[in-house]
């Protein structure tokens, strides 16, 4: 709007300068004609000129050189955010490569409060999140290895205290029947009482 005032108000103090142009010529005229041209008069026509002149430069000027920096600084501006754009997805990309490497622990960092860095800040919240998520089920799974090693320990003593004392048990009647009743016992019979004997002997081993 400033450049528009401008551009106008220079405009009109044109065609003023140019129907002052236009009626210092006519006089100069009419006096050339009738011989009477003063030099006072041609001294007025000199700085009409001159005036003209200057008009048209400064016409000139805004007209091409008000543009000219309007679109350098379109340009620089355009350059600025492309820029800022770049690194900001940049940024987001490493952060992404980062998760994919396992490392929840770095955050991306971006300032302001454009799209990008709204996503960021997600995106950030996001590993955030799966850190917790992280430590929650590594705590978990120490505590499935202890309860696991908890009921190895329990499994264990059961079958120390338990099965083991009951087939060392069975074993020494097998051997106390052996020796009262081996003699007199068949041969059929006494293999099978070696069998047990041997099974139980396995077990136990």
């Known amino acids: 709007q400033k450049l528009g005032s401008q551009l106008i108000g220079a405009r009109d103090l044109q065609q003023s300068q140019f129907a002052n142009f236009i009626a210092v010529v006519f006089n100069a005229g009419q006096e050339v004609i009738v011989g009477k041209i003063q030099p006072h008069e041609a001294e007025l026509l000199n700085q009409a000129q001159q005036t003209v002149q200057e008009a048209v430069r400064a016409a000139v000027i805004g007209s091409v050189g008000v543009p000219l920096l309007i679109t350098l600084a379109a340009g620089w501006l355009v350059y600025r955010l492309a820029r800022q754009m770049s690194v ?3 940024a987001l990309l490493r952060g992404a490569e980062r998760v994919a490497g396992g ?6 960092s971006l300032s302001g409060s454009d799209e ?3 996503l960021a800040e ?3 919240n996001m590993m955030a999140g799966l850190a917790s998520r992280e430590e929650r089920l590594r705590a978990l799974l120490g505590r499935m290895t202890q309860i696991q090693d908890e009921e190895r320990r329990l499994i264990g003593l059961d079958l120390h205290d338990g099965l083991t004392q009951l087939v060392i048990s069975a074993n020494m009647h097998l051997n106390a029947l052996n020796a009262l009743t081996g003699p007199k016992l068949e041969p059929p019979a006494q293999q099978e009482l070696d069998v047990s004997r041997s099974l139980v002997k396995q077990s136990i081993d």
Request: charge should be positive; aromatic fraction near 6%; avoid cysteine.
């Open 88 to 90: 900001s997805v940049e």
């Open 103 to 108: 490392n929840l622990r770095v955050p991306v």
């Open 116 to 118: 990008l860095s709204r």
């Open 122 to 124: 997600s995106f950030n």
